[in-house]
């Protein structure tokens, strides 16, 4: 009986497809007057992770910002190169001036993490002074990072 049970474990396990709790939906868009501001965040593992205030002090410096434009489907790869920059050793970066639209901002730790955001420069009432952006790698519950908060005026 024990080895018919442990068969029939196997045996699903097998079949089952591996699946992440969560994923990001497709479409949404951060809207923005402007893209400037800061990346913080820490990766797995560190024991501050788990309290969103702590992890958001971690500035995150030589971080490398690459904006696209947006298109749906399509791979990274193909998309048309918009601007770049690279954050201060206080995770501070500023892309300019940019036109309305939608775009896809690719960010790239030097610990190899790597997040990807879709934006909408749009004239909204009121302006977006700065953004934060956690790029801390989210828990199973899709918690814990990934992270796009507007502070406006």
Known sequence: MRIRITGA???VLL???FAYACSFAKGYFYQVTALRGTIVGVNRGDPRHQLRW???QVTRGNVDLTLYEYAWPAKLRDLKLIKKTK???HGKFDFGD???GHYTLQIEDPAGHEDLYDIQIYPLTN???SVTIDISPVFPDCT??????VTSQ
Do not use: A, C, M, W
């Open 9 to 11: 474990i196997i045996s």
């Open 15 to 17: 079949i089952v497809q």
């Open 54 to 56: 702590l992890r958001q």
């Open 87 to 89: 954050t201060d050793n």
């Open 98 to 100: 940019l036109r309305e």
């Open 127 to 129: 302006k977006t002074i």
């Open 144 to 149: 814990g990072g990934h992270e796009f908060i």
